[in-house]
């Protein structure tokens, strides 16, 4: 477990605005990220998909290198090279041997600055893309997911799939991507983020170096908040062994007051240990469900609670009535001290573990500077963990879990 004692991060900001942020490590395995405020709810109506297009083609070529020389440069002195996009985010990320910084960061300026996007790669990828949404839609507990954000943002962009759709992605070209990261990959809107065995001053340099002099248009990206939610209640008829099902209901932005102590409740409710209240009550008490489990994702206007299972056709409703009655519990009872002590330790060890894993905390060090121009220690989260009380869980549960406010997803086969 990581020494907590010490705030361990550097960071200085680029004249141009990308912001940096460095861990020193001792091992000779770096790791670097750059992460870009823009994702799925940036695109316009005719670009469904274009974000998650882009990422794949990031890779394709530049006005320097060949697609063979990108995918060589860090693959091939032993390195791993990497990225993704949500609704809020790109990042492009790496893992390395420490000597080969300037290769790093020499690479990644050139592939968000100066990628060409050739068309004759564009259209082999759009194969890949196209096989990566069949495979997605033969996987129904993953596009239940997908749907239900359809369902519930109905009509906003965080409704619509990252993926994008076969026509969508069949529409795209190099002009299309061009423009879009013409329009939306600002270097006020990137943060480059580091854990490594190398000087900061000597780091800072080396970012002067190769992104220093690149200049963007920094007119802020302007999201639509979404508003006027109404819960819904949907059937879709998919050709499964199983019935899939999601309720949920919105629930708080990243910046909300509330944030932590929901994720507390959504971790202790049916969050990814086997000892979850949905998981102990629910599937080993009635084995009803093989899977069911909640999740809670926060975005900077809102977030989104849900709970999902699988279970045959003849238990749904029944599965159904023992989640509304298992999350009733915490709006009508006071969860006890001893049960939140448990809780809360719970979430510490796994916040601890989680950053034990250098890939995922150099991700989470640019996705923090991005969302809140900070980075809370361990410390500092342990600390609002632990100070998070009875009645604060009450408080959250009650404004989420409220029946009148689901919205319903069903997978039924026919």
Not at 362 to 374: A, C, F, H, T
Request: net charge positive; with cysteine.
């Amino acid at each position: 477990m990581k020494q907590i004692t010490e705030f361990p991060y550097k960071r200085h900001t680029l004249k141009n605005g990308i912001r940096l942020v460095h861990r020193s490590t001792l091992s000779e395995v770096s790791h670097c990220a750059i992460t870009i405020n823009v994702g799925q709810r940036d695109e316009k109506d005719d670009e469904n998909g274009i974000a998650h297009f882009i990422e794949h083609c990031i890779f394709k070529g530049t006005k320097k290198r060949k697609f063979f020389h990108i995918l060589n440069s860090i693959d091939g002195v032993g390195g791993e090279l990497n990225a993704f996009t949500t609704k809020e985010e790109t990042c492009i990320y790496a893992t390395f041997l420490n000597r080969y910084y300037p290769k790093v960061l020499d690479l990644f300026s050139d592939i968000v600055f100066n990628s060409c996007f050739p068309q004759k790669e564009l259209d082999k990828e759009k194969l890949v893309v196209l096989d990566e949404i069949n495979s997605y839609e033969d996987t129904p507990s993953e596009l239940i997911y997908d749907d239900f954000d359809n369902l519930v943002f109905d009509n906003h962009p965080l409704g619509k799939y990252i993926l994008g759709s076969k026509k969508s992605v069949e529409s795209f070209n190099s002009d299309k991507l061009k423009d879009f990261v013409k329009r939306n990959y600002k270097t006020s809107s990137m943060v480059i983020s580091t854990i490594g065995s190398i000087d900061f001053s000597k780091w800072v340099l080396l970012c002067e170096k190769f992104f220093g002099d690149i200049i963007t248009d920094n007119t802020p990206i302007r999201r639509r908040n979404f508003k006027g939610y109404s819960p819904k209640d949907k059937i879709i008829k998919r050709d499964t062994s199983q019935v899939h099902l999601i309720l949920g209901n919105i629930a708080f932005g990243y910046k909300s007051k509330y944030r932590i102590p929901f994720s507390l409740l959504n971790n202790i409710v049916g969050g990814g240990a086997m000892n979850s209240r949905l998981n102990m009550h629910i599937r080993e008490k009635y084995g009803f469900t093989y899977c069911l489990e909640s999740s809670y994702t926060s975005y900077f206007d809102t977030g989104l609670f849900t709970v999902y299972a699988a279970t045959d056709k003849e238990k749904i409703d029944k599965t159904l009535k023992l989640i509304e009655d298992e999350l009733d519990v915490f709006c009508n009872k006071t969860i006890s001290p001893s049960a939140l002590k448990k809780a809360k330790e719970q979430l510490i060890g796994q916040l601890f573990i989680q950053y034990e894993n250098n890939q995922n905390e150099v991700i989470s060090m640019g996705k923090s500077i991005l969302n809140y121009d900070r980075i809370d220690s361990l410390k500092t989260t342990q600390k609002v963990i632990e100070q998070i009380s009875e009645k604060d869980i009450k408080e959250v549960a009650q404004k989420v879990f409220q029946k009148d406010m689901y919205s319903y997803l069903r997978y039924i086969n026919n």
